[in-house]
């Protein structure tokens, strides 16, 4: 699983750093706007920054799987006695692991940025948890997205595809905010998403 997980690294590199490197300037940025005081601005950079990370985190499962199709990598693989539900276990914890790496950092940072320069509020501390894990579960969402349109045999599709279905998981956020219940249905559309991809992947012909 180590070496399949390697492989889709390295064949999607640009795509998994470049959430990392959005996410490293993000904090920077963070951290420029509370030193200098002006903290108001940090909430509406945050929240512009956000849909930056989520159309990264949908490329890159656009990416794995328009990549497997052009290249025929699962085929490939397949002669190597390697399962496609191995192969695609692989790819989405590749996935889960870019998401995580892009926004766990933003998070721990806010959190010492709202602790160190703001009143400890009693509300801090749900609210935190609510909102970093409504983000991490927004950022897979969106991910499964782009695995499902990747999947597609059609370049329109895919490069148009993702846009609506990427809205749609931000309107949610904007519409519904951050909380259990935002939650409950991001977890239920990631799990549709991900059995519709499971689906359509290990029925593909070679």
């Given at each position: 699983?180590?070496?399949l997980i390697r492989r889709e690294i390295r064949d999607n590199l640009i795509y998994v750093l470049a959430p990392c490197v959005v996410s490293i300037l993000?904090?920077?940025?963070?951290?420029?706007?509370?030193?200098?005081?002006?903290?108001?601005?940090?909430?509406?950079?945050?929240?512009?920054?956000?849909?930056?990370?989520?159309?990264?985190?949908?490329?890159?499962?656009?990416?794995?799987?328009?990549?497997?199709?052009?290249?025929?990598?699962?085929?490939?693989?397949?002669?190597?006695?390697?399962?496609?539900?191995?192969?695609?276990?692989?790819?989405?914890?590749?996935?889960?692991?870019?998401?995580?790496?892009?926004?766990?950092?933003?998070?721990?940072?806010?959190?010492?940025?709202?602790?160190?320069?703001?009143?400890?509020?009693?509300?801090?501390?749900?609210?935190?948890?609510?909102?970093?894990?409504?983000?991490?579960?927004?950022?897979?969402?969106?991910?499964?997205?782009?695995?499902?349109?990747?999947?597609?045999?059609?370049?329109?599709?895919?490069?148009?595809?993702?846009?609506?279905?990427?809205?749609?998981?931000?309107?949610?956020?904007?519409?519904?905010?951050?909380?259990?219940?935002?939650?409950?249905?991001?977890?239920?559309?990631?799990?549709?998403?991900?059995?519709?991809?499971?689906?359509?992947?290990?029925?593909?012909?070679?």
């Open positions: 699983m180590l070496t993000t904090v920077g940025i963070l951290v420029s706007v509370f030193l200098s005081g002006i903290r108001a601005a940090a909430i509406p950079f945050a929240g512009l920054m956000l849909p930056v990370l989520f159309l990264g985190f949908g490329a890159l499962g656009s990416a794995q799987m328009y990549g497997d199709r052009t290249n025929r990598i699962s085929p490939l693989l397949s002669t190597l006695a390697v399962t496609r539900d191995r192969i695609l276990a692989a790819r989405v914890l590749t996935g889960v692991l870019a998401v995580l790496a892009a926004l766990v950092p933003v998070i721990v940072a806010s959190v010492i940025l709202l602790q160190t320069f703001l009143p400890p509020f009693e509300f801090y501390r749900r609210m935190v948890v609510e909102v970093s894990v409504t983000a991490i579960l927004a950022g897979l969402a969106c991910y499964c997205v782009g695995l499902l349109v990747g999947g597609t045999t059609s370049r329109a599709w895919l490069l148009v595809g993702n846009l609506p279905l990427l809205a749609l998981c931000a309107s949610l956020l904007l519409v519904k905010g951050f909380g259990p219940d935002v939650m409950l249905i991001l977890v239920v559309l990631i799990g549709a998403l991900l059995v519709r991809t499971w689906l359509r992947f290990t029925t593909a012909s070679l």
